[in-house]
């Protein structure tokens, strides 16, 4: 038995959208379940290699900047001990006055110049260093090269000494090159630093 026209109209308009439906059904579970997630997960890839690349470019930039510290250290380091090799050796005044006066005896010695006396003169704070001198006389030289040496190697040592007084005197005017006379040299030391008393317990 045939249904009517109109029966069969309404099934199949029916089916159609039952149809669309399911397409429509389908279509956004694609979406939600495919596309979405895939845009999402691409954005965050996205903005995971932009991150990545700004920690590599500071990174990077740390690195250059702790080459260029580390030579400006090392600089610091090596003029550093430069300016320690200037000072007088000894950890008290007394045994740098000591260490001083071994220099100008040898440097005398090695200019044919010997030593009539000298004293330890009372050490000056010239903070944050502390000046220690010693006064020498030496003996009559007959040869003013000696002592024109003499003051070019106090002046020129590694210690940076200083004469701070020179008197020099011609006992004999018919023996103008015979030279006599005294110094006043000079060098530094660090200050120490005062110790802190410890805590009363």
């Not at 950890?91 to 100008?104: C, G, K, R, W, Y």
């Not at 004293?119 to 944050?128: C, G, H, Q, W």
Request: hydrophobic content about 40%.
């Amino acid at each position: 038995m045939k249904l009517p026209s109109f029966l069969r109209k309404r099934k199949v308009s029916r089916n159609r959208i039952l149809w669309i439906f399911i397409g429509t059904a389908i279509f956004v579970l694609i979406i939600t379940l495919g596309i979405l997630p895939m845009v999402e997960a691409t954005r965050r890839m996205k903005e995971e290699i932009a991150l990545k690349k700004k920690i590599l470019s500071k990174y990077s930039e740390f690195l250059q900047k702790r080459k260029t510290v580390e030579e400006e250290l090392n600089r610091a380091q090596k003029r550093y001990e430069e300016i320690q090799q200037c000072f007088l050796p000894g950890e008290t005044p007394q045994l740098s006055a000591a260490n001083l006066h071994e220099i100008v005896k040898k440097l005398l010695e090695k200019n044919g110049m010997t030593i009539r006396s000298f004293r330890v003169l009372e050490p000056k704070d010239i903070s944050p260093y502390k000046k220690i001198s010693i006064h020498t006389d030496f003996n009559p030289v007959n040869n003013m090269l000696s002592l024109v040496q003499f003051i070019h190697d106090i002046e020129n040592h590694e210690k940076k000494l200083m004469i701070s007084e020179m008197d020099l005197l011609v006992p004999n005017p018919r023996m103008p090159n015979n030279i006599q006379g005294s110094f006043v040299i000079s060098g530094l030391i660090k200050m120490s630093e005062p110790k802190e008393k410890g805590r009363e317990r």
